[in-house]
């Protein structure tokens, strides 16, 4: 509307009609006193009240959807809602024009957006507040000839919000019922929808106890000749009312009284006079007086008697004199009848909206209320009566509301804020409003107050005095008197006014006599309910008058409009005819004018849609200005104005769009408004949108810590006893013994059953079977190792044995060899009750010696390369009673008692290990007694579901590299990355050497053999077999590497693999032993210098020289000495120094027989990978349980402490005799 060209009540008439036929009812001008809506009523349902098209307008702004009812609605709650303001909607316009349809489709917007969801009392308010418009339309609203639903009463409903925007409550005004209408209505309108709904569908009950028939059968619903409206069930509508007393709460005994009441006074309607003889009232038909009393229960005579006479009482001097009664004519006896049907009809109207009201009552937490105002509109008839004056004075007030807002005060806020500004005329209704109310100069009502004072018996005198008293109105420009009729200027138009009854009705007293008659009833709903009051005959105070009443309650609906934030709908009718295709310009336009849509428009065109003080602005959008909010706090230093300045220039907010004024903000177009309301809505959406990432981040955060551990836990759960038992173990020598080279290199755990004893195949079938176990033995420790063997008459020599250690005993296992028969025997059984102490030296040496009491044997000497695992064996079983002693040199108990000692010398020229002759154990320098073990490895890298290789994120050079050429590795850099095939393994090739192919077909990554088996356990990685193939993708500091296999590619542990360096031409490979004749004997162990490769794979016995029933060297690295004298490791260095130092090159010189684990012998630097893989390493297995780890106590605490128990070794899940193959295949190398 404010874009139009010409700002012209006709442009305005012409845009409205062009919409309305277009379907489209709806335009406004949104300005910051209150937004206007004009609505053209459309007569036909348009189908623009669907939930669908509610749904649309939630949330929305008043230029983001096209003009509506609903976006009334929902500027009202979110201004509500935002600005924590009351808020009304002032709905006005002629009768028809669609005020009540339009204050409907609020109250359905606002029970829809305002919340609540499942809380039923807010839902049983919002249902109630809905049912009071079909319960107040059938007793408050007609048919009229211009509406066939026309409210015949105002009606001010507040709906009450807590802070959360829910209603909690509403109350309901009711203005001035057309009681009138109840006796009689002109022609083809009707009395009140609710007499027709009972008359037509009353239930039997009713009909019976009430005398209730069809609407013909009573003159008030009758006479008018009108008993049907089209558009209208009676029949269907009395349901629906009995439904919404329902809702509301109303009893059945209260609908009962309520029906009653009707019945009265239908039935008053129909109780006749008849002129007597004596030219007196007499009622025609008793039987009607009598069934009226009976419905009001009082007596029948009185009755009678209160309707024919009047209780009369002279006054002389101001005293109280005689009384007397005065028989009334019939015309009296029938308004006497009338005014009670009105007072009866009148007061159960009012209680109604009393009781709406007690149900309606807040639930307690109202803060904000919106008000919906739906008044009688304008009424201008032939002939205008004293209800015309009343009406049109309230509709002046509400222009004058409109007025002072829209035009007054806001071109005076102008003014006082010194923004430029040029002046728009309006005509300001104040002057008609006060010629009708003003007491001084005495307005219209004070007139009939004066008139009524002084003439009250006599109500034509009354009436005449009321015309000599409106003589002095005539100097107001807008009142001319007319003999007995007088014209009042409206802002909506002339209207001429009937003087003729004018002062009675403003009197609006009911006779005493009537007041008695309801007082004396013995039905409290009418005694006590519908007529309370009591008449006080000393009592000089003057009533108040009808006209009294509509001010005062006119000025409290104006008071309380001004206190809430206004929102206008001008309805608008576009033709008397109820018709859905005229449009009559001329109906329109005056309604145009009259309505001021003009000069509205044109104060908004010139002034500014909104406007705030600039504490108000700097608080609401200081968010939007880095200056001035950061992270949702306010942080701006200076005064407000120049936080609004700042405010307005950070957002680019153009400067003629806003002027600054004394103390408030100015912005012109509510464009400009929306805009930075957008911005702040936006600011929250983005804080809580951050507010959800980071929520979320923490959560996802959480679960992969959650599942880290759960991996971590799960990976170790098996390993921690392993580890406190180790830990346990440094504490039991930390700073007594030096410490091995390798036993420094990583946290090796102690698993205890290296030769798995308890559930392995092979050689721990074999050692099972020489172990005589008690019941309840259980195998702790197990382990190759040495004893010292008496000789006669010579010094004793070490002697490899298997060590087994259960929970009771130790077991010292020798291994014999007769023939081919291997045999191994259970050759020492020591109690752990036999065991006082074990001894140590302070060396890093592997001699323990068990400190036996009172054994005729003497105490046992053993060599054990996990000595300190053994002894914490030892500790744990003995639940610390075996004590752990380090000293420089060990005195232990002989054979027969003598005591011997046991020296230890430090030898650097001792390659490796120690050496034992004669009592004197000859050792290098070890690590330092107080070194620390190294942390272990980091585990493997974890592998993402989605790819077998190891996350980008951790390597990012890695991936990348993939994606991008790869830089080959030197080696290939010479030969073409290709894709073929792995070349076949050349040993198992062909008999004897092939000549070098001319071009090799090198494979793209490193090869690497695997020395043994691998089986996979998780996804990602990738399974082999001893002596496979593998090419090394990418190599991880962690010792998993990618490697591909068959063309699957996949994680393996680097320990397993051993670099492949194809075989040259010369020396000759070894033929392959497939085509061996026959398989020399096996050589001696002092031949173990031989350099042919041997498979490893399969678990041979270990060969023993001679069939001699000698002890087989079977410990890796502890072999029995060669004949000679120099033990097989020695013999097998030499060899490879002497094939360094020959400069030969050629085959590769055997592995040395690895030690298990981390206490394995340094490799040269030149050959460190693949590192010398010890026994295989370990990837727990799981066992199928797992105790909870014991904590170590700490050594050397005073009284000897439980040493921690170690868990189970796994038995069910890990790879069967995995040890003990692998022991066997170092003993196969080692040979
Ligand atoms: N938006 C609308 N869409 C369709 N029909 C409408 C609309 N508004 C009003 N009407 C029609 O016009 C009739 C009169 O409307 P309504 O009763 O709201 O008028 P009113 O302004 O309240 O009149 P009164 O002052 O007599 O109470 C309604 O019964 C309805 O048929
Ligand atoms: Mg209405």
Redesign the pocket.
Known sequence: MTLLTKITNEAINENLEKRWKNGE?YASIITYIGHVLI?V??????GIYTDQVLGSYRGKNLLEMPPHVFAIAEAAYHHMSSYKENQCVIIS?E????????AKRIMQYIAAVSGGGQNSSIQEIKDMVLATNPLLESFGCAK?L??????RHGKYLEIQFNAQGEPVGAVITNYLLEKNRVVGQIENERNFHVFYQLTKAAPPEYQEAYGLQGPESFLYTSRSGCLDVEGINDVTEYSETIKAMDIVGLQKHEQDEIFKMLAVVLWLGNLLFVEGDDGNAAISDPDVANFIAYLMEVDGESLSKALTSRVMETQRGGRRGSVYEVPLNVTQATAVRDALAKAVYERLFEWIVQRVNLSLQTRGGDQYVIGVL?I??FEIFDDNSFEQLCINYVNEKLQQIFIELTLKAEQEEYVREQIQWTPIKFFNNKIVCDLIEEKRPPGVFAALNDACATAHADPSAADNSFVQRLGFLSSNAHFESRGSKFLIRHYAGDVLYNVEGMTDKNKDSLLKDLLNLAAASTNSFIAQTLFPERIDPNSKKRPPTAGDKIKLSCNALVTKLMQCHPSYIR?IKPNDNRSSSEFNDKRVLHQVQYLGLCENIRVRRAGFAYRTTFEKFVERFYLLCPATGYAGDYIWQGDSVSGCLEILKHNNIPQDEWQMGTSKVFIRHPETIFALENLRDKYWHNMATRIQRAWRAYVRYKWECARKIQRFWRQNKYNIGYLQAREYGHELLGGRKERRRFSLLSMRKFTGDYLDVRGGTGLATMIRNALTLKGGEEVVFSMRGMTLVPRAMRSSVPSPRTLVLTNQSLHVLVTTKNGKMITMTDEKILSLNVISSVSTSTLRDDWIVLHVDNSPDGDTILSCIFKTELMVHLAQQSGGRIRVDATPQIQYKKKGGKTVTMKFVKNEKIPRDDVYKSHVVNVPSGESANSASMPPCPTKPRLTATSSRKPAARKPAASAARSAPRPKPAAAISSPATSRPLPPIQNNARPTPPPPPPAPATPSHPQFKAIYPFQSQEAGEIAFEKDDLLEIVEKDENGWWLARKDGKEGWVPSNYLEEYVAPKPTPAPPPPPARRAAPPPPPSAGSATSSSPKPRSSISPPSIGGGSTAPVAVMPGIAAPSSNGVPPWKAQLEARKAAAAGGSGGSPAPTPAPRPGPGAAPVPAARRAPPAPGPKPAIPAKPSTMGKPVIPARPGSGAPTPAPRAPPRPTSTSPPSNAAASLADAVSVIK
Do not use: H, V
């Open positions: 009812i609505s009523n459309p007569f036909r349902d348009l316009g009768s028809g024009a669609g005020k009540t349809e339009a009229t211009r509406n066939n639903n026309s409210s739906d009688y509109g309805t």
